[in-house]
T-cell receptor, first 113, second 109 residues
Framework: NAGVTQTPKFRVLKTGQSMTLLCAQD?????MYWYRQDPGMGLRLIHY???????AKGEVPDGYNVSRLKKQNFLLGLESAAPSQTSVYFC????????????FGPGTRLTVT | GIQVEQSPPDLILQEGANSTLRCNFS?????LQWFHQNPWGQLINLFY???GTKQNGRLSATTVATERYSLLYISSSQTTDSGVYFC???????????FGTGTRLQVFP
């Protein structure tokens, strides 16, 4: 049981480039989440999904898109990266609603120059 | 939406000391979690504790839902306890957790 995994672990982008972060979970969880963590701050929710084929906006959705084509995968896309998107990105999943106990991946450190 | 406040923001301890971290919520929650973020950035689930008290080794947590706060107790602290401790809460009819800004703990030998 790998739990929640994230790919890649590190990435450096130039302003305007695009990329996709992949989150995968093998716990058959319905709910998946993308957060970002900036220095000295807690985690802020970007987007989340309550099931395959669904997505919803969190606190800070601008500049990001997501897709949940398969239950076990949740993709986070940056279409045109900006320096303000330099952050550590965490994916999480949970089984229950309202919300249930969340389990986190190891994070992806993204730098946009 | 819910606001989450953690105190203290920073805590410095000598190995062996005990400590209490606090988390206050602006509204009722039905989900409350405590996490430890280690110096390598990994988030580790400590407790899922919407109410009541739980213990896991040297750590224990208590949530008093009616008074909108939760406490994390660390006894006989060790250097490996260093890192940032986050609490996060979610309310009824939402699918989201709201995180506090964390308590940074440094334990020195």
């Amino acid at each position: 049981n790998a739990g929640v995994t994230q790919t890649p672990k590190f990435r450096v982008l130039k302003t305007g480039q695009s990329m996709t972060l992949l989150c995968a979970q093998d716990m058959n969880h319905e709910y998946m989440y993308w957060y970002r963590q900036d220095p000295g701050m807690g985690l802020r929710l970007i987007h989340y999904s309550v099931g395959e084929g669904t997505t919803a906006k969190g606190e800070v959705p601008d500049g990001y898109n997501v897709s949940r084509l398969k239950k076990q995968n949740f993709l986070l896309g940056l279409e045109s990266a900006a320096p303000s998107q330099t952050s550590v990105y965490f994916c999480a999943s949970s089984y229950l609603a309202d919300p249930g106990e969340q389990y986190f991946g190891p994070g992806t450190r993204l730098t946009v120059t | 939406g819910i606001q989450v406040e953690q105190s203290p923001p920073d805590l410095i301890l000598q190995e062996g000391a005990n400590s209490t971290l606090r988390c206050n919520f602006s509204d009722s929650v039905n989900n409350l979690q405590w996490f430890h973020q280690n110096p390598w950035g990994q988030l580790i689930n400590l407790f899922y504790i919407p109410s009541g008290t739980k213990q896991n080794g040297r750590l224990s947590a208590t949530t008093v839902a009616t008074e909108r706060y939760s406490l994390l107790y660390i006894s006989s602290s060790q250097t490996t306890d260093s890192g940032v401790y986050f609490c996060a809460g979610g309310s009824y009819n939402t699918d989201k957790l709201i995180f506090g800004t964390g308590t940074r703990l440094q334990v020195f030998p």
